[in-house]
């Protein structure tokens, strides 16, 4: 458990992190700025509060439903090395899914929240349901498959409280996301924000798979020994070359 509850935590940071570079998380980061809220009439400081609020209510609900599943798989009693072998198998698919290798485009599910709410409600209304969109992981644009793994390590650990964890740390690094807009006072520090987003998009990009590679060695390694996680890991650094030539081809914007 104790291996797949850290791992979870590490790809679900990742993922996180990777999900702001979607078209829903950056027009969050247009949408809501110490200079668009002051246009309309509300604080940045409390919007992005309840940003984040909202952000982990939606992460652990996310962790909410994998804990039933982990509660679920529980009652099977599972050894660890099958447990670990199958979040290895799972890894591995979701790491050929952001290299494109298995005929599904990223981002996957092209949803993005209601900006009407922006025109409609109070700050903190947009701002927790915001949130709780973005933090649920899987209600906007999933720019990784990584998400899908965070979901399959919290389930496979089979300890619902490890679940929660999982979903929260998501939801909590998805949500903080709003505050890189904190600088955003005027149009240009606003562009200036957006530029160096572009320019470590790439990096998000290939750390989302080299996260989903790094998991599966790992979790091969541990079920299956020392020569499997070998072979991985030689394939898997071959695939992280191919991708970092070449990032706009090999793993999807």
Request: with cysteine; hydrophobic share 60%.
């Amino acid at each position: 458990m104790q291996l797949l509850l850290v791992l979870g935590l590490l790809v679900a940071t990742v993922a996180a992190i990777r999900g702001v570079w979607s078209p829903c998380g950056l027009s969050m980061l247009s949408s809501i700025t110490p200079m668009t809220e002051a246009g309309r009439g509300n604080r940045f400081a409390v919007t992005a509060r309840w940003f984040v609020v909202g952000g982990i209510v939606g992460g652990l609900t996310l962790g909410a439903l994998a804990a039933g599943g982990a509660a679920l798989l529980s009652l099977a009693d599972l050894s660890d090395q099958v447990r670990w072998g199958i979040a290895a198998i799972v890894a591995l698919a979701t790491a050929s899914i952001d290299l494109g290798v298995l005929g599904i485009e990223l981002p996957i599910f092209k949803r993005q929240v209601n900006d009407a709410w922006l025109r409609r409600y109070r700050g903190w209304v947009y701002g927790a349901g915001f949130g709780w969109q973005i933090g649920f992981g899987v209600a906007t644009y999933i720019m990784t498959a990584g998400v899908f793994l965070t979901i399959a390590l919290a389930v496979l650990g089979a300890s619902p409280v490890a679940a929660v964890a999982i979903g929260g740390t998501f939801g909590l690094v998805r949500g903080s996301a709003v505050y890189l807009g904190r600088s955003a006072t005027s149009p240009a520090a606003l562009g200036e924000v957006h530029a160096r987003l572009d320019a470590f998009g790439p990096t998000a990009r290939l750390a989302a798979l080299v996260v989903q590679l790094l998991a599966a060695v790992t979790l091969a390694g541990a079920a299956w020994g020392l020569g499997p996680a070998a072979v991985l890991a030689v394939a898997s650094a071959a695939a992280v070359a191919v991708a970092n030539r070449s990032p706009r081809d090999a793993v999807h914007a």
